[in-house]
């Protein structure tokens, strides 16, 4: 029994060296290392939700919603847990396809996170967000995916708030989208990065991109307690989200669907037409009343999740790149409707404004002949026919002279350059600074463009010259653009007599936006301030009260007398009833309201004549500029002038509608909304 | 035996609770520890089972604690009879369990979280007859080294080699279920009791050596399953799968360790209510108590098993009767293998393996095994203490 007795001891010594070893070893967990297990325990149990914020509407000037939201249940799921799962969530996948109705391969694309190869459907967002699949859920459909987790482990339904576009395809580029914030700008953010909830939108173009700060609102934040399979036990904490202001546009909603009915009607009736824009600018305020472009797109296709036909479609060049505004985006040459500009300089350089030119059919430009269209000649005429009629020879010589002042061919030290300068002054060639995104400054091509343009080319152009191009199979071909090469090579930066003649009539390399001629246009007929338009009038907190009114910042005043512009304003009112656009505006009742206005048609390379037609109304003291523009439309005044005839007739309520009624003038008594909508406490709108 | 012959001529009540009744006898130590023990774990099964089905919050602790009863009663019925009868039927005690062994292979077993460890008894009710080889394979094993010793130093070479044929049978059958756990408790407790009966030193040297290198060639040969493998990875570092195999030993300490020193309190552990730690009311149940009741808590737990292990021994000890000394060291070693490991993986010491706490754990049958295996214990120390009267 000794034996036993001593090997008795050795257990229990044994044993009383594991209790204390667990001892110990429990000692080290819960009271060394306790604090950072509950951290790692409340890590492990708390989810940060972001309680997105309602995002603000977008308002007209009289308070009617151009933007606004609707609730929509939307079945999202959490990729990251899905990629826990063994089978990477297909299982729940498949349910859940078969309960909303979708087929797998479809939500299993819808999901897949966007990148490099991988295109559309695809989740272009944060992988930190739950992934929306479904935005148009019925009740009992989320109700019996939140109802069963355990069959739909990072499934969530939930109401969101989605954007809705009360005037459909109206103003779709100038209010812009909603996009998923990407990771990118996630981590940018300051705090909450993981754990989001709900799908984080921000705006990606237009009003919804510029005021996108203030439209978004403060997310709120609940910190709940969820068990193994995600699902919430319990809310730790909770602050409520604060919901983004309302931005208060300009914009007037009828005026819009006047110019967007108008377009449409232009591209209708010029069947080359492959663009379009619409503006029109209070010339009093320099906001924006409205904007349009076509070709156009429902802004409605982006809610939930674009669908991958969708997006190529918006994308393609074969659709004309509907996204892209041509009022602040599309460049063209202005044709005649530059001649404002031109003949301002003219006079600011020393022409008598008072004076005779002469209208001959041709001018000769260094050797080259440059004609009017259809060989007319006027004789002597003052500046002011010469804008009604819109004579080019007169522009083409003034041009010229001025080109041959500065030296020629070879420019003196100090170059005056007044039509170009003239051009800067009115705006052209730089953005005017309008709250929308995307915008081009266009060109106001000089000599110091052409300059910088040849060196920027030349070793490229110098090389060609001396090497040919032996790729090109035409052997005629390739010499051609050999000594173009050489030409270019050796006098590329020479600015020519011809492209100063160019300038003249809007021509060349002139290139400017829908917005910038008429802001141009409201500097000339209105108090001669350049001014950086704005479609954002307000920005109003949900309550009410007024956060900001959105100022309309002077660039510069237009560097010519009152008189002149007065005598241009006069010169332009002859137009429609006299001039290049009397056509257009046949049987208008000028005595009811008097027009003023300037056709264009640029040339255009290989192309259908540009369009335009820039305008103002009422003639003797101008509160609205109008301007069309329609690509490949043909004459301005066959095209743009009537567009922009049918807008005045809206605005003003001209003529009968179709039964016979008279209509209803858009704005009453020609005057645009002086005061900002008031926000009620309850959130109705009143004028 | 002339007492036995004495004792069997009173009534059974006076036997039972008269003066001088085996009920007043008992070691009360043990009785209160075990007691405690499964109170706690009662809380602990409550806390961490009250979530799974929303409205029947005491489904399984009522379970629970109508095992514990029936644990009690066999208990009660052990303690007070003469526990030299099982040395008379631990051929067939042993034959009972391997019978059960043998069923849960037929079509009869049923299969509960991978294990094939179960026959269904219908009505919701299960055994595991592997627990019920533990205290079966230990009466039998110390009759077995008892008979041939009786009057000498040590076992005889044939009953040690008919002690591990018994052991082996019984170990294969449960490694066939497959129950890794069940069987290195197997395992450690036939090693103990061929240790207690007196085998040289040079045989236990020997055979430690002999298992050592077995288990380098286990290893090194790739015997082991891979999960198996995995779970002596995730030992040596848990981070290494924290998704997979590491989970749960990364949920256990971030349960326990998230305690403190008082715990989060009753039914208010974030990480039981969330239902982090798998398996928490069998074999990690001691989580419940390191989140709930803190390093505290835990320590009670350890000490309150290191009173029964030690009376055990004591037990053991004190025991002049050859065989129940033996049965007595092959409880304990049982008992002391299972907290090892069970505590031992919960807080990253051991391998994750498929081994209850004794007492604390759900489980019907662990439970059923481990009264009977104390009121072994308190028969032991009520009839040493009378013989020695």
């Known amino acids: ?687 | 035996m002339p007492d036995a012959v004495r004792v069997r001529r009173r009534s059974l009540a006076r036997r039972a609770v008269g003066q001088g009744a085996p009920v007043w006898r008992m070691d009360g130590l043990l009785l209160a520890a075990v007691i405690a023990l499964s109170v706690i774990g009662t809380l602990l099964v409550w806390s961490s089972t009250r979530t799974w089905v929303s409205n029947e919050p005491t489904g399984l602790v009522k379970k629970h604690v109508l095992n514990l009863c029936i644990g009690l009663a066999l208990y009660s019925v052990v303690a007070v009879s003469d526990y030299r009868w099982l040395r008379r039927y631990a051929p067939f005690l042993y034959g009972v369990a391997i019978m059960g062994l043998l069923l849960v292979i037929t079509p009869m077993g049923s299969t509960i979280n991978g294990h094939h460890s179960w026959i269904m008894l219908g009505g919701g009710f299960a055994v595991q007859p592997a627990e019920l080889a533990k205290p079966a394979l230990i009466v039998f094993m110390a009759r077995l080294l008892v008979r041939s010793a009786e009057g000498k130093d040590r076992p005889r070479v044939v009953d040690l080699a008919l002690c591990l044929a018994a052991a082996g049978v019984a170990a294969s059958l449960v490694m066939l279920e497959p129950d890794l756990g069940t069987t290195m408790v197997l395992v450690v407790i036939t090693g103990g009791i061929i240790v207690f009966a007196g085998v040289r030193k040079r045989w236990i040297v020997a055979s430690v050596l002999l298992a050592a290198a077995g288990g380098l060639a286990v290893w090194s040969l790739g015997l082991m399953k891979p999960y198996q493998v995995a779970r002596f990875t995730a030992l040596i570092n848990p981070a290494s799968d924290p998704r997979g195999v590491g989970y749960n030993s990364t949920q256990a300490l971030v349960a326990i360790g998230s305690g403190e020193l008082f715990g989060k309190g009753l039914f208010h552990g974030g990480q039981t209510t969330g239902r982090f730690v798998p398996e928490q009311h069998t074999d990690f149940i001691f989580t419940v108590a390191g989140e709930e009741f803190g390093f505290v808590g835990t320590v009670t737990v350890v000490a309150l098993l290191g009173v029964v292990l030690l009376r055990g021994l004591r037990i053991a000890r004190m025991c002049e009767d050859r065989f129940g000394a033996l049965v007595a060291a092959g409880i304990v070693t049982w008992m002391a293998f299972q907290t090892l490991v069970n505590v031992g993986m919960t807080i990253g010491i051991m391998p994750i393996t498929g081994v209850p706490l004794p007492f604390v754990s759900y489980g019907g049958t662990a439970t059923f095994a481990n009264m009977i295996a104390v009121g072994i214990l308190q028969a032991i120390h009520v009839r040493e203490r009378a013989l020695s009267a």
């Open chain 1, 1 to 687: 029994m000794n034996r036993l007795r001593v090997r008795l001891f050795v257990l229990q010594l044994l044993v009383v060296a594991m209790l204390a070893v667990l001892g110990v070893r429990l000692w080290q967990v819960q009271m060394v290392q306790g604090a950072q297990f509950v951290a790692v325990a409340t890590e492990t149990r708390t989810r940060e939700v972001r309680v997105p914020a309602l995002r603000g509407p977008i308002l007209d000037a009289s308070g009617r919603p151009l933007v606004r939201n609707r609730t929509s249940l939307v079945v999202s799921i959490d990729r990251s847990r899905f990629e826990r799962m063994p089978d990477g969530g297909d299982a729940v996948l498949k349910r859940l396809s078969s309960v909303l109705g979708l087929k797998f391969d479809q939500l299993k694309q819808r999901i897949r996170p966007c990148g490099p190869g991988i295109s559309r459907p695809c989740w272009p967002g944060s992988p930190y967000t739950p992934t929306p699949v479904d935005d148009h859920v019925n009740p009992r459909v989320a109700l019996q995916i939140l109802e069963r987790q355990e069959d739909f482990p990072g499934v969530t339904a939930e109401i969101q708030a989605v954007r809705s576009y009360p005037g459909g395809k109206d103003a779709a580029q100038l209010l812009g989208y909603l996009q998923p914030v990407t990771k990118e700008e996630l981590e940018r953010r300051e705090g909450l990065k993981a754990s989001y909830s709900g799908v984080d939108l921000v705006g990606r173009d237009g009003l919804e991109y510029s005021y996108d700060s203030a439209l978004r609102g403060k997310p709120g934040l609940r910190r709940v307690q969820v068990d193994r399979m995600g699902k919430v036990i319990a809310v730790e904490q909770q602050a409520a989200p604060t919901p983004g202001d309302t931005l208060i546009t300009s914009i007037d909603a009828n005026v819009q669907s006047i110019v967007e009915k108008s377009l449409d009607q232009a591209m209708r009736e010029s069947p080359n037409s492959d663009s379009a824009a619409g503006v029109v600018l209070d010339v009093k305020t320099g906001r924006v009343i409205a904007m349009a472009s076509r070709p156009t797109y429902d802004p409605a296709v982006w809610t939930g999740g674009i669908a991958e036909k969708d997006y190529q479609r918006l994308l393609s060049g074969k659709s004309g790149k509907p996204l892209v505004s041509r009022v602040i985006n599309g460049t063209y040459a202005p044709g005649s409707t530059f001649k404002i500009s031109s003949v301002s300089a003219m006079v600011a350089d020393g022409s008598p404004l008072n004076g005779t030119y002469e209208c001959p059919s041709a001018y000769n430009v260094g050797g080259r002949a440059f004609g009017n269209a259809g060989g007319m000649a006027l004789g002597s005429i003052s500046l002011h026919t010469a804008l009604v009629k819109s004579c080019d020879t007169v522009f083409y010589r003034a041009g010229y002279e001025e080109w041959q002042r500065d030296g020629g061919n070879t420019p003196k030290a100090k170059i005056k350059e007044p039509m170009p300068n003239m051009a800067r002054a009115y705006g052209f060639g730089e953005l005017t600074g309008v709250d929308l995104p995307g915008e081009s400054p266009g060109l106001i091509p000089t000599r110091a463009w052409k300059r910088n343009l040849w060196n920027a080319s030349k070793d490229h152009m110098c090389k060609r010259a001396k090497t040919g191009y032996p790729e090109m199979k035409d052997e005629g071909r390739a010499a051609f653009a050999k000594r173009l090469a050489n030409e270019n090579c050796l006098e590329g930066f020479i600015y020519h007599a011809y492209e100063a003649a160019n300038f003249s009539i809007g021509q060349g390399d002139v290139q400017v936006t829908p917005l910038q001629l008429a802001r141009a246009y409201a500097a000339l007929v209105g108090d001669g301030n350049v001014r950086s338009p704005r479609v954002g009038w307000a920005v109003v907190r949900p309550d009410g009260s007024v956060v900001k009114e959105i100022p309309v910042p002077v660039v510069r005043h237009l560097p010519i007398s009152d008189e002149t512009r007065d005598y241009i304003r006069k010169a332009l009112s002859e137009v429609p009833s006299d001039g290049t656009a009397a056509g257009a505006f046949r049987g208008f009742p000028m005595d009811q309201v008097k027009i003023g206005g300037k056709t264009g048609t640029a040339e255009v390379w290989g192309k259908a004549d540009t369009s335009w037609f820039a305008s103002f109304a009422p003639a003797d003291n101008p509160r609205f500029v109008a301007v069309v523009l329609v690509s490949q439309g043909g004459f301005g005044a066959e095209t743009a002038a009537p567009a922009v005839r049918r807008i005045w007739e809206g605005i003003y309520g001209i003529g009968k509608s179709e039964d016979g009624k008279p209509v209803k003038p858009a704005l009453p008594d020609g005057r645009p909304a002086s005061r900002l909508p008031v926000i009620k406490q309850d959130g109705t709108v009143t004028q």
